[in-house]
Each structure stands twice: as C-alpha cells, then as structure tokens.
C-alpha cells in the first residue's frame, strides 16, 4: 500500500512562511509526478502545485500559487518540498500531498488523475 506523509504545517501569521514536506515509504517519488492540494474550511479541494517525474521536474503553479509558492524535489531525502512565502488568512487550509507513477502535466488541474494521497496536513494562517 503505498503511503505519502505530509509535515510540515502549523501557525503562521500573515506574511510568514512555511515549507510543506511530503515523503513516501516504500515507492521512489522520483518515479512519479507529485501534487499539492488543498481544502480550505467550507470549500472544495484545489490543486496547488505539481512537479512531474524527476526526467523532466516540470513545475506548475496555480494561479493563486504563482510567484509565492515554490515546488521542488530532493530525490536523495525522496521527499517533495512546498515552499509558500507571503501567507495569506486565505491560504488557510489543509494540504494534501499527491502522486501518481506517470507524467502529468499540471496535474493542479485534474486531482482525478493521482492515485496515491496522503491524509492531509493543516495550515493556518492567523494573526
């Protein structure tokens, strides 16, 4: 069964920064296209962020993402990374870590296509 792990959420104020970590025991997150999603309170789950498969680590950002959150991998640590700075009370919400064993581009766009998830981590943003 695999099995994806989030960390790295807690409290932040405005302005603040986080950085989500998502790690896998057994499967080489290397080998798969890895997503960020979130729910915040009252709505529906959104893509955040993608990174497809470490031949090309193509990233892709959600709109609302672009230019503060930053994706990456460590395939040594088999851990993806979500850097958000410049927080926003709107960024409130609990993050879902994603992957699936092929490419896919933008996969922020079409959660239906990951296979793996992870339980979700919460992120709040509060003064």
């Known amino acids: 069964q695999a099995q994806l792990v989030e960390s790295g959420g807690g409290l932040v104020q405005p302005g603040g920064s986080l950085e989500l970590s998502c790690s896998s025991a057994p499967f080489r997150l290397d080998l798969h296209t890895v997503g960020w999603f979130r729910q915040a309170p009252g709505k529906e789950r959104e893509g955040v962020s993608c990174i497809t498969r470490y031949e090309t680590s193509i990233t892709t950002y959600a709109k609302f993402a672009e230019g503060r959150f930053f994706i990456s991998r460590d395939n040594f640590k088999n851990t993806v990374f979500l850097q958000m700075n410049n927080l926003k009370p709107e960024d409130t919400g609990v993050y879902y870590c994603?992957?699936?064993?092929?490419?896919?581009?933008?996969?922020?766009?079409?959660?239906?296509?990951?296979?793996?998830w992870g339980k979700g981590i919460s992120v709040t943003v509060s003064s």
């Open positions: 994603a992957a699936v064993r092929r490419d896919v581009n933008s996969c922020e766009t079409s959660e239906h296509s990951m296979d793996y």
